[in-house]
């Protein structure tokens, strides 16, 4: 059974960093995309960046181009989002997902999901 487990989320001043971690087990991921989702109070779950574990190829929302890097470490089986210069707009509750197969950048394509961390970006 596959199980995600984020963690690394908190309060940041608008500006400031964070890394998300996002630790994997239950089955071999080398033909997974892995992607991070966020989702705010009253909107609707968006596409943030993803990732294919074999080949590491990278994919980003246009929001978040230029101050997110997405990176997996295979031997951990664990996947990061690194965030840089973030805004009070980018505060939500961040879940990392799995899919078997190639990335795809709607959420409702992605079979298995983390229980998400918050990230509260103060201005």
């Known amino acids: 059974q596959v199980q995600l487990v984020e963690s690394g989320g908190g309060l940041v001043q608008a500006g400031g960093s964070l890394r998300l971690s996002c630790a994997a087990s239950?089955?071999?991921?080398?033909?997974?995309?892995m992607g991070w989702f966020r989702q705010a109070p009253g909107k609707d779950r968006e596409f943030v960046a993803a990732i294919t574990w074999n080949s590491g190829s990278t994919y980003y929302a246009d929001s978040t181009k230029g101050r997110f890097t997405i990176s997996r470490d295979i031997g951990k089986t664990t996947m990061y989002l690194q965030m840089n210069s973030l805004r009070p707009e980018d505060t939500a509750v961040y879940s990392c997902a799995a899919r078997p197969g190639y990335f795809r950048q709607s959420y409702t394509d992605y079979d298995y999901w983390g229980q998400g961390t918050q990230v509260t970006v103060s201005s």
């Open positions: 239950g089955r071999t991921f080398s033909r997974y995309a």
